[in-house]
């Protein structure tokens, strides 16, 4: 049985930052081989004790909002706990739980609402990074450049092969044109 206390060593003390967002084939699969069975578990209802204070939490929402990109990249499943991530996420800044871990961890009770396809979420999801991380945390450009898709596409283009959309004229031309990281450089020569 997976703790807490083991998502959160391996997430936060094996990896560094840069591992976070890079991935990888050799990553993706040690986290699937470690964490497959306690994501198949929360999806069948399990570790709801986890969400009884921060630091277990925050482990819920790596399990549901990160591993599961990484377990399950490019297939619908990297998304399929999202809703789930989401749920914790909301729950623990209304506690303001996310205040009681320490930057750089603090940033993953965000990202769930970085990763929604609702525009309210992604308004919130930049109003928290300003006004609780770090004034130089790289994040508030990524949750800038998230909401910036959404209101132009109301969803992610990019998901949209693994989940089985159909892409509209504007996102195969969102697509083709450099897609999220062209939207990132236009941002950040803006002031924010």
Not at 140 to 152: D, F, G, N, P
Request: charged residues 25%.
């Amino acid at each position: 049985m997976t703790t807490p206390d083991q998502v959160l060593a391996f997430w936060l003390d094996e990896l560094t930052p840069e591992d976070w967002y890079t991935g990888g084939d050799a990553l993706d699969g040690d986290i699937k081989d470690r964490f497959e069975a306690a994501w198949t578990r929360v999806m069948d209802g399990a570790y709801s004790l986890w969400l009884t204070y921060p630091s277990g939490t925050l482990a819920y929402i790596l399990l549901t909002d990160q591993f599961s990109r990484n377990m399950f990249r490019d297939t619908a499943g990297a998304f399929a706990s999202d809703h789930i991530a989401r749920a914790a996420a909301k729950m623990a800044i209304t506690r303001s739980w996310d205040m009681k871990i320490d930057e750089p961890a603090r940033q993953f009770f965000y990202l769930p609402l970085m990763h929604s396809e609702n525009l309210s979420d992604q308004d919130r999801c930049v109003r928290l990074i300003k006004a609780r991380m770090s004034p130089d945390n790289k994040n508030l450009l990524h949750a800038r450049a998230h909401r910036e898709v959404i209101r132009a596409h109301g969803r992610f283009p990019t998901r949209n092969a693994a989940l089985g959309r159909c892409n509209t004229a504007a996102e195969e031309t969102y697509l083709a044109d450099g897609s999220y990281g062209a939207v990132v450089k236009a941002l950040s020569s803006e002031p924010v």
